[in-house]
């Protein structure tokens, strides 16, 4: 029977072994997790630091650019645009970037002779009151980029924008032989032009010269469906950096 006893208690000793080590075990791995948790953590926010870093510096694969330019429309719907953009993004290799941007059009438009005469009084086709020949859109987009040749010397670009336009405070404004309203539209300038870097230290900064097609269209409803098409060709000057 001691015999027996001294069995029974060698294996409760050898169980109370095994789960004191099974404890310690759980309590070395959930400390051994918290410090690469946390170390994961650190590593995340340095990477977030190193993503604005150069945003704000102006370092890295971030790359602005600031542009300028003239266009005007053809055929029926007359007008001119005075164009100023604005494309914040990153450089992701030699020849590639991509950005979003946001910018201001100033549109000088021409009625033709008689317009809205034959538009009856009083209904929903009365449009003759006063209306200014010169409203402001604002277009914004997303911003692609490929550079043909070394950054550092003088290249062609191919550049796309491609987003939507929204004539801004006016319900609408008399254009050609009709008019366009505050909705939105849909808006697409491709361009193709000469990149000419300006400081031999840091080829990103260069003169953008270019020329350009544009392109607004929307459908919009009032007594009845029309859908309205403004196509233009233009001159552009750039800087980017």
Not at 63 to 76: N, Q
Not at 111 to 131: C, E, M, V
Not at 138 to 161: E, Q, W, Y
Request: with cysteine; hydrophobic share 40%.
């Amino acid at each position: 029977m001691l015999y027996s006893y001294n069995i029974h208690y060698f294996l409760y000793l050898n169980a109370m072994k095994n789960k004191t080590l099974k404890i310690a075990g759980i309590a070395i791995l959930l400390g051994a997790s918290a410090v690469p948790a946390s170390a994961q953590y650190y590593e995340i926010a340095n990477q977030l630091q190193s993503l604005i870093s150069p945003a704000l510096s102006g370092s890295g694969a971030y790359k602005g650019s600031i542009e300028a330019g003239y266009s005007r429309t053809l055929g029926k719907y007359d007008a001119d645009f005075l164009e100023f953009s604005t494309s914040q993004g990153y450089q992701y290799n030699s020849w590639f970037y991509m950005g979003v941007g946001l910018g201001v059009d100033v549109l000088f438009a021409h009625q033709n002779d008689g317009w809205g005469n034959n538009w009856a009084p009083g209904t929903d086709f009365d449009y003759n009151h006063a209306s200014t020949k010169t409203a402001a859109m604002i277009p914004v987009f997303t911003d692609f980029r490929v550079n043909l040749g070394s950054p550092k010397s003088a290249s062609f670009f191919i550049d796309l924008k491609v987003g939507c336009s929204f004539l801004a405070g006016k319900d609408y404004i008399e254009i050609g032989d009709g008019y366009l309203t505050n909705q939105e539209y849909f808006y697409l300038r491709p361009s193709l032009g000469v990149r000419i870097p300006t400081n031999s230290q840091n080829p990103k900064q260069a003169f953008d010269i270019g020329v350009s097609y544009k392109l607004l269209t929307s459908n919009y409803w009032n007594s009845w469906s029309r859908s309205v098409t403004l196509n233009g060709l233009g001159v552009n000057i750039g800087y980017e950096w």
